[in-house]
């Protein structure tokens, strides 16, 4: 792991890191740099070890074809802790109008890890068409084989057979770092984060990354927090790198849960 910049004309030093092929390199995340704001890594690679590792420690890659890899842990930490989701008046219709008691055409269903590429692949598209993606083809081969290994996990919602929203994200420990989400329908997203929060307490995940802010994230029940705060509920919440046995066990569930 080598120093690339560091920036001596302020308070604080800031790094830009090299990383090396070694999988547990770790840059010292209060060093990252102030512009572009988080930015703490640059290079190594999309391995199953390195993903993991970083990820514990607070870190997520996000970059564009063809840039290299960029490793980042903003100064402000955006989390969901899954009791303080907020259902808003017009999600609770929403329910209402998707529920067992609505015709069974406009019924939703639920699930977890019943198609991970999918919802990868729906997530990648709706970047592309809005603002272009960071989900390259080398990041979907990274996480589907997290997901196979156990560590990656897709939550989805149904309109009879059809796959309308959902997101996917790393459980660790009692952890989940959400990656990206999206919805086909109105609301699809948010009744998805909505059933996992309902879910977390089951699974032991007592925190959800939310990564970066955002004005529908916060509306959702979602809190910035500092880095040094973030860095140390991790250190709490992973013990050690260990798959969320629970979580696996409801995804391996053939059935689709009613809403």
């Known amino acids: 792991m080598q120093t690339a910049t560091t920036d001596s004309n302020t308070d604080d030093t800031q790094e830009l890191v090299l990383l090396t092929e070694s999988p547990y390199d770790t840059p010292d995340p209060s060093k990252a740099l102030q512009d572009p704001e988080g930015l703490s890594a640059i290079g190594g690679d999309l391995s199953t070890t390195r993903l993991l590792h970083l990820y514990s420690k607070g870190f997520f890659p996000w970059f564009s074809d063809p840039d290299p890899i960029l490793w980042w842990h903003p100064k402000q930490r955006c989390v969901l802790r899954p009791a303080d989701f907020h259902l808003s008046r017009s999600l609770q219709k929403a329910f209402k109008k998707i529920g067992q008691a609505a015709p069974k055409k406009e019924q939703w269903s639920f699930s977890i890890n019943h198609d991970f590429p999918a919802v990868i692949n729906h997530c990648a598209e709706l970047r592309v068409n809005k603002e272009g993606t960071w989900i390259s083809k080398?990041?979907?081969?990274?996480?589907?084989?997290?997901?196979?290994?156990?560590?990656?996990?897709?939550?989805?919602?149904w309109q009879n057979?059809?796959?309308?929203?959902?997101?996917?994200?790393?459980?660790?420990?009692?952890?989940?770092?959400?990656?990206?989400?999206?919805?086909?329908?109105?609301?699809?997203?948010?009744?998805?984060?909505?059933?996992?929060?309902?879910?977390?307490?089951?699974?032991?995940i007592e925190l959800i990354d939310c990564q970066v802010e955002s004005k529908h994230l916060l509306s959702l029940g979602a809190k910035l927090i500092q880095r040094e705060v973030f860095s140390t509920q991790l250190e709490q919440l992973i013990p050690s790198i260990e798959k969320n046995t629970i979580l696996i066990s409801i995804g391996k569930r053939p059935e689709k849960h009613p809403i």
């Open 161 to 204: 057979e059809t796959l309308i929203g959902g997101f996917y994200g790393i459980a660790m420990g009692n952890m989940f770092f959400g990656e990206s989400m999206f919805s086909l329908v109105p609301n699809a997203s948010k009744v998805a984060l909505k059933l996992f929060c309902e879910l977390a307490q089951e699974c032991h």
């Open 138 to 157: 080398d990041i979907k081969q990274a996480y589907q084989k997290l997901h196979k290994l156990g560590y990656a996990h897709s939550i989805e919602i």
